[in-house]
């Protein structure tokens, strides 16, 4: 007690600020820092969930770096992002600058486009897996064979099944990206637009050199939001592809369903660990570099 | 035959005198932990068991735990090293090796289980449960493969009886098939989807059937890539390219066009009975396997076992082996059967003249006499390496002799990893 009464004021606040701190940076140590940094060095071992673990030096790496499932992964992982961040945006930008200009039922179509937001994936990509199903069950292929044509295989086909799966994971995105992009187009002071007027630019000068400049920091948000997203796509992909997770031949696995089959299918964990750490630093650099491009503003 | 019952007699009044002397020194009560993954008829079933057991054995009492499937792993490895949690320990057959190994478990005391008799009394593919001179553990029911058929579309096509061999099957999924007048399927003939049942059908099943062996060195060597294998894999292959009686992932899931009374022909296991029966309106039977070209019959089995653990010592131990021994008796195989539809694992509990006729559980038992076990090291890898093998023909058009070449390749992979230890 003395020792706490001899302390100055800003030592006081000190202590005190530390007190408080105290709670959060043991929540981060045992719930973040340690689970990490136990991630890292499983890494580098041996480990089935039963038993002893046991060092093995670079061996998972190795064979990650020699896995063609590895690759063939890390190729989708990136393909959902480069599909999916720059379809989904143009989309929810052109939906935004739109509905921005509707008054008729503005209230009830946001809220058409934000229910999917709400919407559980899970329960989402079930209907849309059944969607996609061959005659006589998928609307889809149903709607087409009435109509006298072909049937398209969307989920059973190395090449559609990835934009098959990415579709309601962007239709799913777009209500939240919609919102954001018109609390953006909201901002933009008026006056400019009123100056433009009575300047007589065109509309397309309008939205190229006004909207979309000052919708910088707006679309730098969703950008990075929406690539660690994609980056982490899981929950689409399994659901709609649980008979053979990632299929069919691996086309539409993602990174995180790799690492989901390794460790709780294949008790490899181990290896699991290794293929997390590749994600891990993917991700850091992804968030590094759109924060660089954020400062920049 | 008396000279085997006369064996039996002796076996048991040694084990039970065993017993006796174990458990006379244990006066005051005894309460042991049996942990189990949660699926509710497996609870209720054991639930029964549990009370019978303690009925008869007043001074032990039997404490069951249940998780979810997923944490059943994590929760086990953690509790036992830490000398908690179960004395008797549900596991899967294909994880023993891994149980073995991290010593979770200890070997079934040969006094009490005599190996000799259990070879003698249960199925043969419990054997798979033997390693040295011990058995670890010991299943009480067992799931098999049959053939379910749908009766109404049996009737429509005029067909009375079930397929008995590999031509029939074919035959009858011709008549069975229906298509719209775009030519798209609209009822499958037989259903097909390698992760289903059907890489169990192929392994264990057709390769047998035209000669082959699936696998060679306790299963530790593939061995399908070769003459047998491929007849097997382009027999089935040939359903739905050449006789375009089934598609793969036709409406998602084979079992799912079965219950819709779409599909004329269904291979499941045992497990799938209790689903099919709350299906209305569709009326269906069940028959065995069609046998193979020169009438070779095989079926595939799988389990789930029952294992003292490495945390159970002195009274412990006595009272699980108690446990144990009630587990594996008729009685116990018959509740079982009745609560969650396995079919019993001993030929005694199995065999008897109102399971054999029952027109549902009969052909799933009769093909226990022939079933085979196949030794996983990693069943969903394994699985994995026989859908891509079927989907690299189907979706890529690669020949099947490469593909059935790779996929072994990829699966020998599998098996060394696990085996170099």
Redesign the interface.
Known sequence: MRFYQNLTISQKQIAWAWTFLALPVLFYVVIRFYPTANAFVLSFQEW?????RSFTGFDNYVRLYNDPVFWKVFRNTFLYLILGTPVSLVLSFIIAYHLDKVRFMHGTIRALYFIPFMTSAVAMAWVW??FY?????GVFNNFL?TL?F??IEF????TNALPSVLAPAIWAGLGFQVIIFMAGLRAIPQSYYEAARIDGVSSWTVLSEITIPLLKPTVVFLVVFSSIGFLRIFDQVYNMTT??PG????STKPLVLLIY?TA????NMGYAAAQTVVLFTILLIVSLIQLRLLRDR | MKLMNSFRTFMLGAATAALTAASATTASAVEIEYWQYFFEARITAMEKLIENFETANPDITVKMTHFPY?AY??K??AAIPAGQGPDVVQLFYGWLN??V????IQPLPADAFPPAKIEEDFFPMVKAMRMGDNYWALPTAVRSLALFYNQRMFDDAGIDHPPANLDELVEMAQKLTQK?G?G???AVGLTT????QDHHWIREVLIRQYGGEPYLDDYKTVNYNNEAGLKAFNFYNDLQAKHGVT???????PQAAFKAG?AGMHIDGSFRIGALESVRGLKWGVAELPAGPDGTKSNYASYWVNAITSKAEGEKLAAAVKFMEYLTTDEAMQIWLETVGELPAKPSAAMTEKNINDPVYGPFIKGLEYARTTVFA?E??QR?AM??MM??VE??GQAMDESVAEAATAEQKILDGYYKK
């Open positions: 089935n969930l039963l038993g002893a897996r059944w199903q061959p005659v006589p069950i064979a006298g072909g049937q989920l059973s086909s190395t008979n053979n299929g069919p031949l691996n089959d709780f299918n294949g008790f | 997923d792993r994590t086990v490895a891994d149980y190994e991290a010593k979770l719209d775009a798209n399927l609209t989807g390698m992760t289903a598609k793969a992932s036709f409406m998602d899931e779409r990693d969903s890898g994995q859908v891509d989907q690299r979706l890529q």
